[in-house]
C-alpha cells in the first residue's frame, strides 16, 4: 500500500529513528515542467473514471478518488487559463543528518 505523508510528518519520523533536519526548502519547477498539465488531463479524462471502477475495488477508496477529481476539476476553474495555467506543484526537498 502507498503512504502519503506530509513534510511534517517526514520531520517527526525522521527524529524519531535519530536523523536531524539540517535544511528544507522548496524547488518550483515553473512553467518548463509539464507535468502538472499530463496529470490534470489524465484525472479529467472518461478512461480515469473507468479505470477506478474496474480497478478500486473499495468503495471508501472509490468515493475518495472521485472526491479528489471532483475537487480537482472545481479548483482548475480558479486557476488563471484554466488549464493551460495549470503548472506542477512546487517540490519540498530536504537534508537529514545522522545523529
Known sequence: ??????PAAIKVLAEQVGLKLIKEGHVSP????LDGKWE????????F???VEENVV??????VIFALRDAMLRSIEAVE????????MD?????????
Do not use: D, P
Open 40 to 47: 490534470v488531463a489524465a484525472v479529467s479524462n472518461a478512461e
Open 30 to 33: 515553473g512553467g518548463y515542467l
Open 91 to 99: 517540490v519540498w526537498c530536504s537534508v537529514f543528518i545522522n545523529l
Open 1 to 6: 500500500m502507498r503512504t502519503v505523508i506530509s
Open 58 to 63: 473499495n468503495e471508501r477508496e472509490k468515493a
Open 49 to 51: 473514471i473507468k479505470e
Open 81 to 88: 487559463g484554466g488549464r493551460k495555467g495549470v503548472q506542477s
